[in-house]
């Protein structure tokens, strides 16, 4: 592969199709890695972002597969590197983002690192070192009930120091205001004073584009994707990037084509229905019959069969919160999630041994054990069809077009328009 500039680690997986979205818009061609890669990848590309779960890890799994996914990029050539989180900062008391950022301190030999996860497009605001939701501190957010990474403290300047040894400063907003020149003084000076990190105020996205260039002499940058907004511009001022691009078009993918619905949510049951009420084909997937030994792979394979030449189909587990909670009463939610999955994996195999390449998935578990089963190891990032949804092209043991949509995304002709812009 030719030498990308940006080596980007997130912390979970649709936080890396994010990331690369944005990298995809500013015009850079982008990469998402499933997991660490154990080898070299063929592909000409800007930036590289290798999608870890490390957000929930044990602290040190989370910052093993960290150091791993920059060995990699490092071995690609990388100029840059990124460590993308969530926007509200999802962390758990002992981390997992100050643990992970003085590790790949550390073995990029940086001293130091800003930290901004915000993303004022989608409502998280940061001033004077306090997170906004909209008009609310994070602390008074949903976020502070969430199971796995509550947080309760808005405060990140104090939430980040509770995670690492490095001291952790401040560049309030008054400096960002003024440019990057300033942005880069206030930098200077916290270095100065011995600080390893700064938090960075942002309410604007001019505000990230500001800091995004402020940022373009440090090896590491740490934050949400919105920060990210401003990098590509760093690489077209030095002449690593061209000013126009083609980032976001993909390579054209021939075959066949299929929708697989395992989202639950109200978006999606509503896409579900618009795309029966248009009278198109549909086939369900009820979990008590598979839970009863029903072949029902076979049965919506050869359903399938027949049809497909004709036109895109339909096979779902969708259903409303009422026959979910039946579903879940007897078999346990655990159980009723994992049936599911298995079923519409093995049925996305079928489909493709049917001649389908281009899938249109729904739900966020779904598409991970679709992707999976599809033996996708990485993804190359084309223009979104809603915003936080782009078509993909996954790369792996056969190239096939895909548009991964966690639950709530989406309009109700959602899968239409989808299937209409397919590469
Ligand atoms: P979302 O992005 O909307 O959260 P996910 O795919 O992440 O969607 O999660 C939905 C979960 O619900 C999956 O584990 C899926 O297998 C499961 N599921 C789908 N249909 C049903 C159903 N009818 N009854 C119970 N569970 C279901």
Not at 216 to 234: H, R
Request: hydrophobic share 45%; with cysteine.
């Amino acid at each position: 592969m030719s030498q990308p500039l940006l080596g980007c680690i997130a912390d979970d997986f649709t936080g890396g199709t994010d990331l690369a979205s944005m990298l995809v818009r500013g015009g850079m061609r982008t990469l998402q890695v499933i997991g660490v890669p154990t080898g070299p990848i063929e592909a000409d590309v800007d930036a590289v972002v290798i999608a870890l779960k490390s957000r929930t890890l044990p602290v040190d799994e989370a910052v093993q597969e960290s150091l791993a996914a920059l060995a990699w990029l490092k071995a690609a050539g990388c100029r840059q590197y990124f460590f993308k989180y969530c926007s509200t900062f999802d962390s758990t008391a002992q981390g997992n983002i100050g643990p992970v950022a003085d590790a790949l301190l550390d073995a990029l030999e940086a001293p130091f690192a800003l930290a901004c996860p915000a993303f004022p497009e989608n409502q998280r605001t940061l001033f004077n070192g306090h997170l906004f939701v909209g008009d609310t501190l994070l602390s008074e957010s949903g976020m502070r009930h969430h199971p796995l990474t509550p947080m309760t403290d808005a405060n990140l300047v104090r939430v980040l120091q509770q995670q690492t040894s490095r001291k952790v400063g401040l560049v309030r907003h008054a400096a960002v205001s003024q440019g990057a020149n300033a942005i880069r003084t206030a930098f200077a000076e916290l270095q100065a004073q011995g600080h390893g990190y700064a938090i960075i105020d942002a309410i604007s996205n001019a505000d990230l584009i500001t800091i995004g260039e402020a940022a373009s002499d440090q090896v590491l940058i740490t934050g949400g994707s919105g920060v990210a907004l401003g990098l590509p511009d760093n690489f077209k001022r030095s002449g690593l990037l061209p000013e126009a691009s083609s980032a976001s078009t993909l390579p054209s993918v021939e075959g066949l084509a299929a929708v697989l619905s395992g989202s639950c949510s109200i978006a999606t049951n509503g896409q579900v229905a618009a795309w029966r009420e248009s009278g198109r084909a549909s086939f369900a997937i009820d979990p008590l019959e598979l839970a009863d030994g029903h072949d029902l792979v076979t049965r919506a394979l050869d359903w399938a069969q027949p049809l497909l030449p004709r036109g895109p189909v339909l096979v779902y587990a969708s259903a409303q919160p009422e026959a979910v909670k039946a579903v879940q009463a007897r078999l346990g939610v655990q159980a009723a999630g994992e049936i599911v999955e298995r079923a519409l994996s093995q049925i996305a195999v079928g489909l493709l041994e049917l001649g389908v390449r281009t899938f249109v998935v729904a739900g966020g578990e779904t598409s991970g054990a679709v992707v999976k089963a599809l033996d996708v190891e990485a993804l190359r990032i084309g223009a979104s069809i809603t915003p936080g949804v782009p078509w993909t092209v996954g790369h792996g043991r056969v190239t096939v077009a895909l548009a991964l949509k966690s639950g709530n995304f989406g309009g109700r002709d959602f899968f239409t328009e989808a299937l209409e812009l397919a590469p």
